[in-house]
């Protein structure tokens, strides 16, 4: 028969007490009954119990029906006072059939037990409310065999079982803690234990639609299992729960196993700290292996977003207000789910030290976090985050060296989420991370700046300048537009290097460079090519004349001293400038005319401004590299000075050095005096270069001093721009302080011609470097056409005989009278006469017959590096 239709058997208890009588429907597995009010079954007389009796349902054996038990005591054990009757005999416990009637102590109570049968739910409902129970049971009597299913035989498996068996039994649904519920097949809750009741106080009103039974009647009415093991969600808890479906008795019965809230919260955390750890290493990863920072943390944040099933991930970043200049914070990185939109416009320079940002700096700052819903911020911070639709939110501080500059953090907008110590664990793994890479890319913005800017001056370099140039050449070819180039070079800085030391030479370019930027236009770039060089990008030229204006601003900008360290020094400069036209299409010809056009200046006297022309590029080439080598020689310490002795005749002793300078060029080899003289002569290098010169060979001098040598007069030859130069005098001065040196040791030359060309400026420096102390001579005698008789206006002191004489001494006859006559002439006027240039020994025989005193030449001695020349005079100058 199926189930729907099978017969309904009910259970009932008509009670007889002083308060009348009532008939109790016998519904669930287990009552007590006594006169307590907290028993299922409550009996009114004192003669009853606290709780004297209890009825437990029992399934019948080899049957699919259940009756009752009933047992005298209480769930403890405890025996009643007056012990339990059951059709007029006393007894511990007793299995109950229809009709049977039983007493509780003294008749002051009875309870006759009925089975009900065929009859529907709606009369048997009316006939117990309405307490006319005779009609039904009359009804059972008079029908034909009415109970003979009915007939339960005694219970041979509890005959014999001692009383705390039979209590343990009757006792075990109402103590376990375990809730037990048990419906019939309409869905009526029939049995609840009081764990169940407990636990689900509502259960027995929301029926089905409590989650415990959801379900539970659909599964057994369409045999899809019988009994089974599931799952159940009761609000935020788990329940393991068993099923069964009791067929003979209509019944399901549910056991809650066990809450499994915790388990799976456990089971839930575990997944999700599994899910973050992953989502970490896949962010870790991009953020180390692509080079693009903000690409990096963008898809970062993206990952994270994901995994901790968030609506938003932040990147706030400190920084100074726009305004303000006060600390300020910005929304720099923001990652939303689809539901919702972007919020960069509410977290732009919000002031760091608002009431709404306050505490979150402080917090952060220490090292703490903040989490929590948006309810349970303080009200400014509450406002702002309701603004941004935020209902919960969780912060971790971002640091980098050991410093606070911004936050990460997780916001949800759909849900109030508390949020787990792993998730937070979780951000402050990211947090590392997003520094490390923020760290990666300040460190590699810092290598591309340095790899591009000049360190000393913070100025573009050669190669960020020639990027900007190649990208103006195209804009301006596209716009048809022109540029300039500007190749600017420093006068004189070399010797301010070299006397004042690199130290204030370092100070001086970087004033120059700040000088330089406030001279140029909007748009206008300035660099560092190298050592005291700069390049002038003038980019969106129309005209020539647009160019003129800027040059001479910068040619204005050296016009003031620079005060640096108590030195007041005066720099000019001198300008080269290339037009962009057909006779300078690119950038390396464009630097290459302006370098050509500097040169110009230099030529046409410092101070000044050339532009290019195509004059200029008829320049031997291999001259105009050499030239361009030369302007570094300096620098990269490509000079030497050597020295060659000078010797007395009459002793063979050494009575003084002449310094004598080379370069040796690190690819050409040594170049030749002859060749790279007058470039340097012709470039305007030789002034820097003879200072240097000068310097080193009184330090050398005073250097043989010290050492204990003999006292040596150091010749050294000045140039005939050097010699020229304003400042000779205060720069000879300046020298001689700084090296220490005597005056009356330093020898300095002038050639014949230098020395005429001007006889009354001569004339004037001369007595000068004589007060000094300073010996002076006359190099190169009988090469200018002159005759003694002007030279004698001048302060000299020696002569020597130019070497083209020397060389001819004793093959002609004419010129052997000439040197005889000078050195006469010489004798007779006071001077000391040198012979430059002596390779034989007649030659020396002869020089000693008409009484020359000193000789020069490589029947002595050659040219000799310091340290060469040092060990000459260690062997006592012996030729």
């Not at 903040?370 to 009200?379: A, D, H, R, V, Y």
């Not at 005073?702 to 005098?729: C, D, I, Y």
């Not at 003694?788 to 093959?811: E, M, V």
Request: charged residues 20%; hydrophobic residues 40%; contains cysteine.
């Amino acid at each position: 028969m199926p189930k729907n239709e099978r017969e309904k058997i009910r259970h009932l208890l008509v009670i007889k007490d002083l308060q009348g009588q009532r008939t109790i429907p016998l519904q669930e597995a287990t009552y007590s009954l006594g006169r307590d009010l907290r028993n299922g079954i409550v009996l009114r007389s004192r003669s009853v119990s606290r709780q004297h009796a209890i009825l437990l349902r029992v399934t019948v054996p080899e049957t699919d029906q259940y009756a009752f038990r009933i047992i005298d005591g209480s769930f403890k054990g405890k025996r009643s006072t007056n012990g339990l009757f059951v059709n007029g005999t006393k007894c511990f416990s007793h299995d109950l059939m229809h009709g049977d009637v039983i007493e509780f102590g003294n008749n002051q109570v009875q309870a006759q037990y009925y089975i009900i049968s065929n009859i529907s739910e709606q009369a048997f409902s009316e006939s117990c409310e309405a307490e006319d129970i005779s009609r039904l049971i009359l009804e059972q009597t008079n029908s034909a065999n009415a109970f003979e299913t009915l007939s339960f035989p005694p219970n041979t498996a509890l005959e014999g079982a001692g009383e705390i068996a039979l209590t343990r039994l009757a006792s075990f649904p109402e103590l376990i803690p375990n809730p037990i519920i048990e419906i019939d097949l309409e869905g009526s809750v029939t049995y609840l234990n009081p764990a169940a009741a407990r636990k689900f106080p509502n259960l027995r009103e929301a029926r089905q639609q409590h989650p415990i039974l959801a379900g539970v009647l659909t599964a057994v009415q369409n045999d899809q299992e019988s009994s089974f093991v599931r799952e159940v969600v009761v609000g935020t808890e788990v329940f393991e729960q068993s099923i069964h479906y009791l067929a003979e008795s209509d019944l399901i019965r549910t056991f809650i196993i066990r809450d499994i809230t915790e388990q799976k919260q456990a089971e839930a955390e575990l997944r999700q700290r599994d899910r973050l750890q992953q989502a970490v290493a896949e962010a870790t990863n991009y953020l180390l292996a692509e080079l693009n920072y903000e690409i990096a943390v963008d898809k970062a944040l993206a990952v994270l977003g994901e995994a901790a099933k968030v609506d938003r991930v932040y990147v706030f970043e400190k920084h100074p207000h726009v305004a303000t200049g006060e600390m300020a914070l910005s929304l720099k990185f923001e990652w939303t789910s689809s539901d919702y939109q972007p919020s960069l416009q509410y977290w732009q320079n919000q002031p760091q030290q608002t009431s709404a940002l306050a505490r979150w700096n402080t917090v952060l700052e220490s090292g703490n976090s903040i989490s929590g819903l948006t309810g349970e911020f303080p009200t400014a911070e509450r406002e702002l985050l309701t603004q941004c639709g935020i209902a919960s939110l969780l912060l971790v501080p971002l640091r980098l060296d050991e410093k606070f500059w911004g936050y990460l953090g997780l916001a949800d907008c759909s849900s109030q989420r508390q949020w787990s110590r792993h998730e937070e664990s979780t951000l402050l793994t990211m947090a590392a991370s997003i520094s490390g890479a923020k760290q990666r890319q300040q460190v590699e913005q810092k290598i591309r700046y340095q790899a591009l800017h000049d360190l000393l001056t913070e100025l573009p370099n050669r190669l960020l300048f020639g990027e900007l140039l190649s990208v103006a050449l195209a804009n301006a070819d596209r716009s048809e537009e022109s540029l300039a180039v500007i190749f600017l070079d420093l006068d004189r800085f070399k010797t301010i290097n070299d006397s004042l030391g690199h130290t204030l030479g370092d100070q001086l370019l970087r004033s120059v460079a700040q000088r330089l930027r406030d001279a140029l236009r909007t748009g206008d770039t300035v660099a560092r090519w190298g050592g005291d060089e700069f390049t002038i990008l003038l980019p969106r030229i129309h005209q020539v004349e647009e160019v003129v204006p800027v040059a001479q601003r910068i040619l204005q900008a050296f016009e003031d001293a620079f005060y640096l360290e108590g030195n007041e020094l005066h720099v000019t400069a001198s300008l080269g400038i290339a037009l962009f036209n057909d006779d300078s299409r690119d950038a390396e010809t464009l630097i290459k005319h302006a370098d050509a056009a500097l040169y110009q200046a230099k030529d046409a006297g410092r101070n000044n401004y050339q532009f290019y022309t195509t004059s200029l590029s008829t320049k031997t080439p291999n001259l105009l590299i050499l030239e361009k080598s030369l302007r570094y020689a300096l620098e990269r310490e490509e000079l030497v000075v050597y020295y060659q002795p000078r010797v007395n005749i009459a002793t063979g002793k050494i009575t003084g050095m002449e310094a004598l300078l080379r370069w040796q060029h690190p690819e050409m080899g040594l170049v030749a005096p002859n060749v790279f003289i007058p470039l340097a002569e012709e470039s305007g290098l030789i002034i820097p270069i003879g200072e240097w010169v000068l310097q080193t060979a009184c330090k050398q001098n005073k250097a043989w001093q010290e050492a204990g040598f003999p006292p040596l007069t150091m010749a050294v030859n000045l140039s005939p721009k050097q010699f020229r130069q304003p400042k000779l005098v205060e720069t000879v001065a300046m020298i001689l302080k700084q090296t220490g040196l005597d005056p009356h040791f330093l020898e300095l030359e002038i050639t014949e011609s230098t020395a005429i060309e001007n006889l009354d400026f001569t004339t004037n420096v001369l007595q000068k470097l004589e007060t000094m102390g300073v010996y002076l001579s006359i190099d190169d005698f009988g090469t200018g056409y002159s005759s003694l008789s002007r030279l004698q206006l001048l302060p000299l002191h020696i002569l020597k005989i130019d070497r083209s004489f020397i060389q001819n001494l004793t093959t002609d006859f004419k010129v052997a009278q000439i040197v005889k006559a000078i050195v006469a002439l010489g004798n007779s006027l006071g001077l000391k006469l040198t012979a430059e240039g002596v390779e034989t020994q007649e030659e020396l025989e002869f020089l000693k017959s008409i009484n020359c005193e000193n000789v020069q030449g490589f029947l002595f001695y050659r040219p000799l590096p310091a340290e060469r020349a040092t060990e000459i005079l260690i062997n006592g100058g012996a030729t």
